[in-house]
Each structure stands twice: as structure tokens, then as C-alpha cells.
């Protein structure tokens, strides 16, 4: 069995089974049964599903390895989390973390106003909440307010401005005041797409000269008791510890130097988010070379090492990942569409009496292909198609001949990789590359894999059901907006296989896994696809699955209103083109209103095919 490489990505939170993925946990339930579920229901787009067991899972992960490291070195610091906001936002995810983390030492992290207000409604007061990111009177003027409510809030500085700015807040609005944090900037800096948040050239974090004088202006003005945390955060998706290792000694290292200064109450270092999620479907591409475990070892083992070395007491230890605990809690189901070759079928041939030679020769190479020779048949085609294809820019043969040319040669290719799909041939994989099947899937990459669009993040992907066979269609994947950006490429060294099916006759879904971070706050609405319909499923006490929390696509309605159209406007203008059309009477402009209505108030996405139809009435 293929299995998409769910042992390498899958981090044990599915299994194959019976030949369809289904959530390892509770009454395992086939991800198909549910998305079919919800389709009857009228969904018909991509969906969202949000799995809470899993953020559960991830945010228990990372503490039971923070304790169980600070047990085994006897580390007498503590080890507290925030969730940085930023990562994932929406209320469908942020208040499950709340819920399942109110025994831990977990809060959130906020990095501009609106988020920072999420945090001081939803945080369990107690819990921390940290700060980051460039500030402004306002922003810091809410850390007071948040202060005042009771939370158990630290602001970051960035910059010796937002430090005299504090101060001065702290003199017009009093106590209690906000814990302060330093960020520093560091020599080191992590490797990948996004090591720009450390290292020397950092957008963020204070020199050491500027930490020196920020200890000055804390001591005048009265509040080096209220710094509390260092601050530093090399960069997202970490593929190699080494980087880290780095930069937690020069941390280390200022945290002592400072506390010598006089910064007796500076207790804590924030390491940063930065945790590598596996997004690999292929052994030689794998994302990250070290564990949790030898993470937390590293990080516990480091920060002791040098407080012991210099005389100081051993600091708690925040973190604050936040792609590692939210990636894999949510899935992206895209319905298949079509499959493109599907139209160059056995009975789009339209055969002539008399066909041109070379086209005499593709039907000759379709009936007497053979395994033994069909990559020189192969090729043979292909020559001929090149050769078709001249000949109908020079105006030798017609649209007819063209059009048959396509279809033979589409049913060699099938053919062939149908006879050679046992072996492993080299030249089969070129071949495979090059004749690629598209499926078309309703979703749109912008909209919901970002980073795909933006910096080639590959996510895992497979189909949900039909695992049981073997999957041998080379593929490529279009989504639904009309942007030639909008492809998933695969080569011959990170192939996509995907099954054969008749779309108009059965269901396909592909899903796209590990999207649960950064990948719907940055989904844009290109070509106006929005956030598809998501929902959650939850199990209660006999194991048994719920769905939860079903939050339908935007309408179109919605969506042009978003974009500051005045939607009385469209309504208005259209029942005006209607009234004024010499086309339509008074009879037909009413149901024409009804239709458009009924269009206008649903999202979107694609509900079917045009044959689509047929196969639902079937199915009910
Ligand atoms: C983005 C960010 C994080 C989260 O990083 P992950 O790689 O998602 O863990 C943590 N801290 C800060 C300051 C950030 O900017």
C-alpha cells in the first residue's frame, strides 16, 4: 500500500484503514464519511475541518517534553507557553486551545491591537500573555489596561522608543503596571524562507549598546523591578537545531550580564516560536533534523548549564511555537472536479474515411502497443503529435485531424503507463512527468495554501478513500480561479499519484493536510473565493464524532459588501437591467430576481460540474 508518506508527515494522527484515511483517535472516523456527511447537507465546496483533539495533543506534547527534560536535568526554572496569535486567529481554533490548555501554564502571544484585545477577552486571567511586535502609544496604553483587568501581561520592547514611551504611560496612568520584556537581537539567526526575524540584520530586537541604556532608563525611572523576560525569536519552521543551540547561549549569556546590572527581577527567557512542523510526503525532502525531545533536552540543558556557569538562578523558559501546535489540526478537503484528459476518451474519436497518414499510424501504434514496446511506441506518438501539430499550423490537415491526433495520442499515453506501471524505469518517470493528468479542484491555492503561492511550502496531500489501490495517474493540480499561478506542480522526484476515476460517475477528494497554521489568515480573496466552509468535529464521552461549529462560506453578498460595494446598489442596478431588457416580460423578470437571488446568497465556490447533478440524485 502507498501511502502518500502518511508515516513521514502524519505524526500518528492518522491511519489508513479499509482503504480510506481516518482520524486515529476516538471511533476513528473515515474523513470521507465525514465530508460526505456534511455534503448532503448541501456543502458542496472545499471544506475546512478543524480536529480540537489536536491542538490538545500538541500543546500536551510540547509541556509533557519541557517537564519531563526539566526533570531529568533538575531544572529549578519553570516552562510556560504562549500561542503567538498570528499563526491563527479564529475563534474556532483559539478557544478549543483555551479550553484545553486552562491547566497549563498557557496564554496567548499578540502582536497589534486587535489581537491583543482577543487576548484580554478569551486568556484565563493568570495565565501569561506576551507582547511583541512594533508599538505604539495605543498599544502599549492596552497593555496597561490589561494590567488594570489582572492579566498577567508582559510588553516587549522593540526599541528604545517604545521603552520612553512606557515610561511615560506608567506616569499618566499608574499602577499596576505591565511586566517588560527586552528583545534582544542576537549574531545568530536560523536558516530557510524565514530567517529574517534574528540574526545581526534583524528587523526586530535591541544591540547590546541600546540593552545597556534601556537598564539605565528602567533604573531612573523607577521600573527595572517590572523587567521581567528577555525576548528573542530566530525564525519560523527551524530546520536545524544548531542555529538555536547558538542563539540560546548568547541569550543566556544577556540574561546573566544583565541581571549583574542590577535586573534582579528578570526571570524568564522567551525563545521564540520557530518549532519545524514535517510537511516532507518524501523521505529525501525532510523538513527537520531533530526531535521534541532533543529539543526540550537542548534548550533545558543549555540555559542551565550557563546559569550554573555564572552564579545566577535558572531563569522559567517560555515558548512560544505556534506553527507546531496549530499546523495539523485542520485539513482542506478539495472535491475533484475533472480530470482533463477525461474528454480525449475512445469515443471522441471522429474518424474520417480517409486520415492523414501519420494519423493512419497513431491507430496503428494503439492497437499493437505491447509492454515490450512501449516506450518506443510511446515516443513514436509523441514524435507523430509534434509532427500533426506543425502540420495543422501550416494548414495541412484540419481541426478534425487535430482533434484526433489529441485523443489517439492521450489513449497511447494511458495505455503505456498502463502496461509499464510495474517497473521502476527511469524513463517511465520522465514520461510519467511529462503527461501528467490535471485534476481540477474546487478550491483556490490563494485563498487557502498561501504559502504555496508565496514561498513553495508544500503541504501533504492525498485522497481520502480508494487507498486499497494502487494510485497510477501522475499528477498535477489545478484549483478553480482562473490565475495560472494556480497549479500544484509535481516532478519526477516529488510525484503526486493519484487514481483513475470517472468524476461524472463518482466522488474524488484530495486532502490537504498541516494548513492549520498561518495558511487562512493569509489566504487572500483572489478572483473573490473566500474562506471555504469549515466546521469541527468533536467526540464526546462514548467516543462518538460530533460535528460542531459549522461556519458556511461567505455569500456573495458578503463578499461585495467586504469590498465597500454598496450591494442595494447591485440589487438595484440589476432589477433595473432587467425591467429595461426588450428580452425579458414582467413574468420572467420575477423568476430571473429569484434565481439571482438565490445565487447571490450562497458562496462562491463551484456546486457541481454541469453532470454533477445526476450523480447526487443518484446517491440519495
Ligand atoms: C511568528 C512568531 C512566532 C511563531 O513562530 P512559529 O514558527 O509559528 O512557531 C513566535 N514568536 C514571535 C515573536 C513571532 O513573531
Not at 526533570?71 to 529549578?76: F, L, P
Not at 502582536?111 to 484565563?124: D, F, H
Not at 503561492?453 to 496531500?461: A, N, T
Not at 429569484?594 to 445565487?599: T, V
Request: glycine residues 6%; negative net charge; charged residues 25%.
Amino acid at each position: 500500500m502507498y501511502d502518500f508518506g502518511l508515516e513521514i508527515w502524519g505524526n500518528g494522527d492518522f491511519v489508513i484503514e479499509e482503504g480510506k484515511v481516518k482520524v486515529n483517535f476516538a471511533s476513528k472516523p473515515a474523513l470521507v464519511d465525514i465530508v460526505n456527511q456534511v455534503r448532503t447537507k448541501g456543502f458542496k465546496g472545499p471544506l475546512l475541518i478543524r480536529f480540537p483533539h489536536l491542538i490538545k495533543k500538541q500543546i500536551d506534547e510540547i509541556f509533557s517534553h519541557f517537564y519531563r527534560a526539566s526533570k531529568e536535568y533538575k531544572y529549578s526554572g519553570g516552562f510556560k507557553a504562549v500561542f503567538p496569535l498570528k499563526v491563527n486567529q479564529f475563534p474556532n481554533f483559539i478557544l478549543p486551545l483555551i479550553e484545553c490548555s486552562k491547566d497549563l501554564d498557557y496564554g496567548l502571544e499578540a502582536g497589534s491591537k486587535a489581537e491583543l484585545i482577543i487576548a484580554m477577552t478569551y486568556n484565563i486571567k493568570g495565565h501569561p500573555i506576551t507582547v511583541n511586535g512594533f508599538k505604539d502609544r495605543e498599544l502599549i496604553s492596552l497593555g496597561f489596561i490589561a494590567a488594570a483587568m489582572g492579566h498577567d501581561i508582559t510588553l516587549t520592547i522593540e526599541g528604545l522608543n517604545e521603552l520612553e514611551t512606557i515610561i511615560k504611560v506608567a506616569s499618566e496612568m499608574g499602577e499596576p503596571y505591565p511586566k517588560i520584556g527586552l528583545r534582544v537581537r542576537l549574531h545568530s539567526s536560523g536558516i530557510g524562507v524565514w530567517a529574517k526575524s534574528g540574526g545581526i540584520n534583524s528587523k526586530f530586537g535591541l544591540t547590546s549598546s541600546e540593552l545597556l541604556e534601556a537598564v539605565d532608563m528602567l533604573q531612573e525611572s523607577n521600573l527595572i523591578s517590572e523587567f521581567t523576560m528577555i525576548h528573542f525569536h530566530i525564525g519560523s519552521q527551524i530546520s536545524d537545531i544548531s542555529p538555536l543551540k547558538k542563539a540560546l547561549r548568547e541569550a543566556g549569556n544577556i540574561y546573566a550580564g544583565l541581571r549583574k546590572m542590577g535586573a534582579t527581577n528578570l526571570k524568564a527567557i522567551n525563545m521564540g516560536g520557530g518549532l519545524a512542523v514535517e510537511y516532507s510526503q518524501h523521505p529525501n525532502f525532510a523538513n527537520r533534523n531533530y526531535t521534541l525531545e532533543e529539543f526540550s533536552n537542548d534548550v533545558i540543558f543549555l540555559i542551565k548549564d550557563i546559569s550554573i556557569s555564572k552564579g545566577e538562578p535558572e531563569p522559567d523558559i517560555f515558548i512560544e511555537s505556534g506553527r507546531f501546535i496549530s499546523a495539523n489540526h485542520a485539513v482542506l478537503i478539495a472535491p475533484v472536479l475533472e480530470l482533463f484528459s477525461q474528454e480525449y476518451d475512445e469515443d471522441a474519436l471522429r474518424l474520417k474515411e480517409k486520415n492523414p497518414p501519420l494519423i493512419e499510424e497513431l491507430k496503428e501504434l494503439l492497437s499493437s502497443i505491447r509492454e515490450k514496446n512501449a516506450i518506443e511506441y510511446l515516443h513514436d506518438a509523441l514524435d507523430h503529435m509534434e509532427s500533426l501539430l506543425t502540420l495543422f499550423d501550416l494548414g495541412y490537415i484540419d481541426l478534425q485531424d487535430r482533434s484526433n491526433t489529441e485523443v489517439l495520442v492521450h489513449l497511447i499515453i494511458k495505455k503505456s503507463v498502463e502496461l509499464l506501471k510495474s517497473r521502476n524505469h527511469h524513463e517511465i518517470m520522465d514520461i510519467q512527468d511529462r503527461v501528467q493528468e490535471r485534476y481540477l479542484l474546487n478550491f483556490s491555492i490563494f485563498q487557502s495554501l498561501p504559502d504555496y503561492w508565496g514561498l513553495d511550502q508544500r503541504f501533504p496531500v492525498m485522497p481520502l478513500d480508494r487507498l486499497d489501490q494502487k494510485a497510477k495517474r501522475s499528477a498535477s493540480l489545478w484549483d478553480i480561479t482562473c490565475d495560472s499561478d494556480g497549479e500544484i506542480e509535481f516532478n519526477k522526484n516529488r510525484p503526486l499519484f493519484l487514481h483513475d476515476v470517472d468524476i461524472k460517475k463518482e466522488d474524488y477528494f484530495l486532502g490537504f493536510f498541516l494548513i492549520g497554521a498561518y495558511q487562512e489568515i493569509l489566504g487572500m480573496r483572489h478572483n473573490l473565493f473566500t474562506h471555504p466552509t469549515e466546521l469541527s468535529v468533536v467526540f464526546d464521552e462514548k467516543d462518538e464524532m460530533k460535528v460542531v461549529n459549522l461556519l458556511e462560506s461567505q455569500s456573495i453578498w458578503d463578499v461585495l459588501d467586504d469590498l465597500d460595494y454598496d450591494i442595494r446598489d447591485v440589487e438595484k442596478i440589476m432589477k433595473l437591467n432587467l425591467e429595461e431588457s426588450p428580452f425579458v416580460d414582467e413574468q420572467k423578470q420575477k423568476s430571473i430576481m429569484g434565481k439571482l437571488y438565490l445565487i447571490l446568497s450562497e458562496n462562491g465556490y463551484l456546486r457541481t460540474m454541469t453532470n454533477g447533478d445526476n450523480k447526487n440524485e443518484q446517491n440519495n
